[in-house]
Structure formats: structure tokens, C-alpha cells
């Protein structure tokens, strides 16, 4: 039977995570440092080809698009392959076609079209690397260790995506479209360096990730590949999380959050920055941002205490809701009490994504993970575009404060019609 950690618990996480995960977490750091650059060069360098906002939005559209379109082929083939291999090969081509982008642009032969075609293969293989990642850290780490490794790793990247990144990313921009790619290309080369010095062939352990697969699920063969085995492999993926309800919970609370930051952090900026209620500057605007980041790197030493404190099931039953009220107090136009929701968010955020993705890697078997945590991810993930959609609608027509309002209502509303509990048992096998 698989048991969720529980408080009071004896654990073996307070020993050191190891040099594999050392290794892997560069090779993420790096990554995640390189995609925090690129979203900002990509939309500049387009706005230095054409000062069309349809085309620039274009470009938007192939940066986030990948998301949609490769997630749940990148769950397939992360459980085909080794996910070290996947990750190394992925960021291989990125490496390659930012390096041709750079060139391109460096002599001023970059058309609009390529720079949208690029911008998508290069977001399609960052697909693979995110969703092949987290298949594989079971296998570099113990059960225990689970929830430390994932704050650590996932801190990092909420501080790099919501700060460094953006803030090198202008830097370096600054400096021309050329040195800002060459930047992204040479953390993509680090990356790739160091995904080849870890090592090979690890197994995750049986107690950490169910070795057996559901009756009827036999998990992929890595033989010839066809597009029917493909599609196979994906049905079994898919009909494994459609017959596991915890999961299904745990996904409408995370995609009813996410909504609800994408129709924050959309007219955010309006609200904020003078004439808007709060009358910030830009550069008191990013100051504010700030906090969200400041949270979210807080919460990393403190993660693995709390869930040995409280235990996984109470951390991922509350987080969500609290999580709106954190939404509720951007709609106080008060900049102090803005400043603390986004704090609280980056802290709260970062505890609660830990125990659902520890929960995750520990609860799906290893033959089907990539493609289950393919399909909640695409789920999760896929309500980006809408909110911001919903974001413009309810400020057009009822005002800016209720964008604030709604959003936090959705987490609220969504924790009482699907309780994000954790409830599932390893049913014995024969």
C-alpha cells in the first residue's frame, strides 16, 4: 500500500540531496535562466522586424502556443526514453536553433516569419525538457527527499521566471537582439553540459514510484515507432488519470488557480501603474513584483518543514483557497496590502505545487508518468490564454477591480465543488 507523507513522520530528507541532484538542478537553473531571457528578447526582437501589433502578437502566440500542441506528445515519449536522454536531446535542439537565430539576427537576416516558426520549435522542445524533468528527479532522490528537492527546484525557478530572467532579459536586450540570444544560447550549451554528466540508467525505486502499472496498462514498448503505438501509449496515459478522481481534483484546483494568476499578473499593470489606483511608476511597478518572488524564495527552506509538520493531504486541501484570498487583496488599492498578497502568493504558491507535484511523482506509476503528468500539466497549464481573455472581458464591461474580485472567488469556488483531498490507495495487484 503507498502512504502520503504524514506529520510526525520519521523521514530521511534531512540528509544531503546528492551530487545527481546538484547536477540536474544546474542543468534546470540554467535552463530556466535561459527561457526567463528569451520570453523578453523574443516579442523585442520582433518589435525591432515590424512595429505591427498583430504580428508581434503572433510571435506572443508562438513563444506559448508549444504548450497546447506538445505536452502531451512530450508525456509519451518522456516514458519511451530515459528522461535524462530526453532532456539532453531537447535542449540540444534548442541550443541549435537559438544558435541560428542569434546568427540570423546578428546579420540582420531574420524575416518575421522564421523568427515565429523558430520561436515555436524552440518553445516545443522546452515542452519536452519541463515535462521529461519531472520524471525524472524520482529517480535521482529518495521518496523522503521528494518535497525538499521540489521546493529547492521549484523556488529557483519561481525566482528566475519572476525576477532574474526578466530582469537580465532587458539587460542584455539593451545591449542588441544579438548578445541577448547569444546569452539564451549559451545557457542552453550549460544546460546541455550539464544533463551529460548525470548519470545514466537509474531506476526509480518501487516505494517511491509504483513499478506496475493499472490492469490493462502494460506501459509503452520501446520498439519500432509508429504513430499508432504513440497514440496507444498516450490512450493508456489518458485513461489512467481519467479512472484516478484524486487527480482529476488536484487538477481543477491547480487550473482554476493559474486561471486566476493569468487574469492578475494581465491588468495588473493597469491597476498599478499611475493613472491606476495604486499610481506606481514602471520602475516601482517591477519593485512590487517583486514580492512575489521574495515569497516564493522564502518558502524554500521552509517547505519540507511544514509538510513534515502538517503532512501532504492538509497542505494540498488548503492551499488553493488561500491562494484566492491572496487574489482578493489585489483588489484593495492599497499598495502595502497588494505588496503583502503578492508575498503571501510567492510563499503559499511554492508549499502547495511541492506537495501536489511530491504527491504525483510518488502515487503514478513510473511506466505512465510522463504521460499522466503530460495530461495534468496540459490541463493546468492550457487556461493560461483564457484568463487573460476573461481578464479583458470583465474589465470592459464591469470594471477593473472585479478582474481581482473573480479571481479570487475561482480558487474559493473551486475548493468547494472539487476538493482538492487526497484520497488515493495503491490497489493490490494480483
Known amino acids: 500500500m503507498l502512504t502520503l507523507l504524514r506529520p510526525g513522520a520519521a523521514h530521511t530528507d534531512r540528509k544531503p540531496l546528492g551530487r545527481p541532484f546538484r547536477i540536474y538542478q544546474s542543468a534546470v537553473v540554467s535552463s530556466d535562466l535561459a527561457d526567463g531571457i528569451y520570453r523578453i528578447a523574443t516579442p523585442l526582437l520582433a518589435l525591432g522586424i515590424t512595429r505591427s501589433a498583430f504580428a508581434v502578437a503572433m510571435v506572443g502566440l508562438a513563444v506559448r502556443l508549444p504548450w497546447l500542441v506538445a505536452t502531451l506528445p512530450a508525456g509519451v515519449v518522456a516514458d519511451r526514453y530515459e528522461p535524462r536522454t530526453v532532456m539532453r536531446w531537447a535542449s540540444g535542439l534548442r541550443l541549435v536553433l537559438m544558435t541560428l537565430m542569434c546568427l540570423l539576427a546578428v546579420f540582420d537576416r531574420l524575416p518575421l516569419w522564421l523568427l515565429a516558426v523558430t520561436a515555436f520549435a524552440i518553445g516545443c522542445a522546452g515542452t519536452f525538457v519541463d515535462v521529461a524533468a519531472q520524471s525524472a528527479l524520482p529517480r535521482l532522490v529518495d521518496k523522503d527527499q521528494l518535497p525538499r528537492a521540489n521546493s529547492s527546484v521549484q523556488s529557483t525557478q519561481m525566482f528566475l521566471a519572476q525576477l532574474l530572467g526578466p530582469a537580465l532579459g532587458g539587460f542584455v536586450v539593451g545591449l542588441g537582439s544579438g548578445q541577448g540570444l547569444a546569452t539564451v544560447a549559451a545557457l542552453y550549451a550549460v544546460t546541455v553540459w550539464a544533463l551529460g554528466r548525470l548519470p ?6 518501487p ?18 515507432v509508429s504513430f499508432k503505438a504513440l497514440v496507444s501509449e498516450l490512450g493508456e496515459g489518458l485513461r489512467y488519470f481519467r ?10 484546483a491547480a487550473a482554476a488557480n493559474n486561471l486566476s494568476y493569468s487574469m492578475c499578473l494581465t491588468l495588473l499593470p493597469l491597476w498599478a501603474v499611475a493613472p491606476g489606483r495604486l499610481g506606481l511608476s514602471e520602475t516601482t511597478y517591477g519593485l512590487l513584483l517583486s514580492c512575489l518572488a521574495v515569497g516564493s524564495v522564502l518558502a524554500g527552506p521552509l517547505t519540507g518543514r511544514l509538510v513534515r509538520r502538517f503532512g501532504q493531504q492538509p497542505l494540498m486541501r488548503y492551499g488553493g483557497p488561500v491562494l484566492g484570498l491572496c487574489f482578493l487583496a489585489l483588489a484593495v488599492p492599497s499598495v502595502p496590502v497588494v505588496a503583502a498578497g503578492l508575498f503571501c502568493y510567492g510563499l503559499v504558491v511554492i508549499v502547495w505545487n511541492v506537495s501536489i507535484v511530491s504527491y504525483r511523482q510518488t502515487t503514478i506509476p513510473a511506466a505512465l508518468f510522463g504521460r499522466v503528468n503530460a495530461a495534468y500539466r496540459w490541463i493546468t497549464w492550457g487556461v493560461f490564454p483564457l484568463g487573460s481573455l476573461i481578464a479583458g472581458a470583465l474589465a470592459a464591461t464591469v470594471g477593473l477591480a472585479w478582474v481581482f474580485l473573480a479571481a479570487g472567488a475561482v480558487p474559493l469556488l473551486a475548493a468547494v465543488a472539487f476538493p482538492a ?10
Open 421 to 430: 483531498n487526497a484520497t488515493y490507495v495503491e490497489k493490490e495487484t494480483s
Open 200 to 205: 545514466g540508467g537509474a531506476v526509480p525505486d
Open 207 to 224: 516505494v517511491t514510484a509504483p513499478a506496475q502499472p493499472p490492469a490493462g496498462a502494460a506501459g509503452p514498448v520501446k520498439g519500432k
Open 243 to 252: 479512472g484516478r478522481p484524486d487527480l482529476g481534483r488536484l487538477a481543477v
